[in-house]
């Protein structure tokens, strides 16, 4: 089993930047790829980022590539996920996720465990 908990959401100004950490724990977090997802209200769950167990290989959504980074630290079992120049558009609730693989992947299915979700808004 492994353990997600997701901090760092807010409510914040088009513009800002906020930093997403979910912090890991209950197996080797080097392990696992891990993604971050995000889920507006009345839409289904949406891939926005993913990153391979070593750090390698980040990949973004369209929509947010440019504007959100990716990494991990796997001496800390934490993975973050800078958001700069936040639009109203990416108000959500952001879940970490990690899939029990060494690559990671765009579909929420693929993944093996979800934390919580951390709330995002974005004011004009």
């Known amino acids: 089993q492994v353990q997600l908990v997701e901090s760092g959401g807010g409510l914040v100004q088009a513009g800002d930047a906020l930093r997403l950490s979910c912090a890991a724990s209950g197996r080797t977090f080097s392990n696992y790829a891990m993604g971050w997802f995000r889920q507006a209200p009345g839409k289904e769950r949406e891939f926005v980022a993913t990153?391979?167990?070593?750090?390698?290989?980040?990949y973004y959504a369209n929509s947010v590539k440019d504007r959100f980074t990716i990494s991990r630290d796997n001496a800390k079992s934490t993975v973050f996920l800078q958001m700069n120049n936040l639009k109203l558009e990416d108000t959500a609730v952001y879940f970490c996720?990690?899939?029990?693989?060494?690559?990671?992947?765009?579909?929420?299915?693929?993944?093996?465990?979800w934390g919580q979700g951390t709330q995002v808004t974005v004011s004009s």
């Open positions: 996720a990690a899939r029990d693989a060494y690559s990671g992947n765009i579909l929420p299915n693929q993944y093996n465990y």
């Open positions: 990153i391979n167990g070593n750090g390698g290989g980040p």
